[in-house]
């Protein structure tokens, strides 16, 4: 920048107008004019607002030593401390809430800094200093350069700062922030770049040590995942990250320790065993429970439920409810209430339904919240849907043996009922296919189709007793048109 100082006067009447409500030819940085309204929102005064002291000097040593960023303070203060004396500038090391814990540099800019509250113990969040860069880099997650009047507190103008925040490479989480401050003379454009390598510097760092905890994990615990002689298990560490698995893909990257019982994506049971280091998973050998199977056919003339050879009595209001949860399992009521009545369904009576469907259908087949089914379904118009999707028309009209639930009115099936009917006259008309033709104009959705008839009698050998039953067919089309 060929003049820090002219540009600072053009960002403080930038800024000026602004909170004035002024139009203004120049408009700040959309990440500064963002800062700014949340700051404002958190009743931050541009003109009189310093950032409050939260931990006196003697509690600093305590919070720097269980801060996970302590371990890197030698690798920032090569990074950063030689550029910082020679810029005059101060480094400042922060934790996720804004709390400075170090404050190292210049002499001379750090007796300065004291002086606006740019301190050790003093906080330094949006909320509670206005736009600033380390405050700023953590409520964006991203690093962050604020010169001047980009301060939204008056005060900072005279300051101009970079801050990248560092990330926890085990959890990801936002763990800090590192700042490079100074006096806005002494601006370099290159300072954002440097600060957010020194960030990634110290990112690396505590890689490195989580590596070489896992492997200290690993060699000291490995004897307890080998004496389960097969049983499947893994070692955690102490958040719950999988560091070794028996068998491999045992388990999800990351683990929920909260508790001692563990419920693993595919519905097994697991227990938690804590070691000296992180913890022991087991995954006790369960029997295997046959899930029941419910078949749906409901492309029949009268809807059909089979649960293990037993047939199911079912109403057409209960086959919608079957419909909608075999095609879109995980409903809450109000979202079953407006597929299966539109905007005049309730919830109330859909709840009231379904527990009855439950009642009959019996338990372990219909689970809440949301509700779902819990069996392993067949139904013939996802066997259709199923057959459309790999392309085998033959076998999409063996089994499209008719219209979806033809009495209902539900929303959900009459759409479903389009899909299916459109989708296998377009897949036998496309195929010219006769047996495929044949089969679909024998259903109540093609036995009027005059198009699909016609390209069946161009297809039919003249000996077929079928071409005979089209052309008839054919012209009592044309009577009644």
Not at 163 to 171: K, L, N, W
Not at 414 to 425: F, K, P, T, Y
Request: proline letters at 6%; a neutral charge; aromatic letters at 4%.
């Amino acid at each position: 920048m060929a003049d820090p100082r002219q540009h600072a006067l053009l960002l403080n009447r930038v800024r000026d107008a602004v909170l004035s409500g002024t139009r203004t030819a120049v408009s700040p940085r959309s990440v500064i004019s963002a800062s700014w309204q949340r700051s404002l929102a958190a009743n931050v005064n541009p003109d009189l607002h310093t950032a409050p002291t939260v931990f006196a000097p003697d509690e600093l040593p305590e919070l720097r030593e269980r801060h996970p960023l302590h371990p890197t303070l030698p690798v920032l203060r090569e990074t950063l401390l030689g550029f910082a004396q020679e810029a005059k500038h101060i480094m400042v090391v922060a934790d996720a809430q804004g709390h400075i814990l170090w404050c190292e540099g210049s002499h001379h800019t750090r007796s300065y800094a004291e002086n606006v509250g740019l301190a050790e113990g003093t906080r330094w969040s949006e909320d509670s200093a206005g736009t600033n860069a380390m405050g700023t880099a953590l409520a964006v997650n991203s690093s962050v350069t604020v010169h001047s009047a980009e301060h939204l507190v008056r005060t900072y103008h005279h300051w101009t700062c970079a801050g990248s925040p560092v990330r926890d490479p085990d959890t990801g989480e936002t763990i800090g922030v590192i700042d490079l401050s100074g006096p806005v003379e002494t601006m370099h454009p290159s300072m954002v770049a440097l600060v957010s390598a020194s960030a990634r510097l110290a990112e690396s760092a505590l890689l490195a040590r989580m590596n070489a905890r896992d492997e200290e994990l690993r060699a000291r615990n490995m004897r307890h995942l080998v004496a389960l002689r097969g049983e499947p298990g893994a070692l955690l560490s102490s958040t719950g990250r999988v560091v070794a698995a028996e068998p491999y893909g045992l388990v999800p990257p990351r683990v929920d320790v909260s508790s001692d019982r563990v419920r693993l994506p595919d519905g097994r049971d697991a227990v938690l065993e804590p070691l000296a280091q992180g913890y022991l998973l087991r995954v006790p050998r369960q029997r295997l429970v046959r899930r029941p199977v419910l078949s749906l056919s409901f492309l029949l003339p009268e809807p059909k439920v089979v649960l293990d050879a037993r047939e199911v009595p079912i109403s057409l209001r209960h086959a919608e409810i079957l419909c909608a949860l075999a095609l879109h399992g995980g409903l809450t009521a109000d979202q079953l209430a407006l597929r299966l009545y539109g905007e005049r369904g309730n919830p109330t009576t859909v709840r009231a339904e379904l527990h009855r469907l439950r009642a009959q259908l019996g338990t372990g087949v219909l689970a809440t919240r949301p509700y779902r089914l819990t069996t392993h379904v067949e139904a013939d118009f996802l066997a259709v849907r199923a057959a459309l999707r790999d392309g085998d028309v033959p076998l999409a009209a063996a089994r499209y043996r008719g219209t979806l639930l033809s009495r209902s009115e539900a929303p959900i099936v009459l759409a479903e009922r389009d899909d299916l009917a459109s989708g296998v006259r377009r897949a036998v008309l496309s195929r010219g296919d006769a047996n495929a033709l044949w089969t679909f104009t024998q259903t109540d959705s093609g036995e009027h189709d005059a198009e699909a008839m016609e390209q069946l009698v161009r297809l039919l050998p003249p000996n077929d007793v079928r071409l005979a039953i089209t052309n008839a067919r054919l012209r009592r089309l044309d009577q009644d048109d």
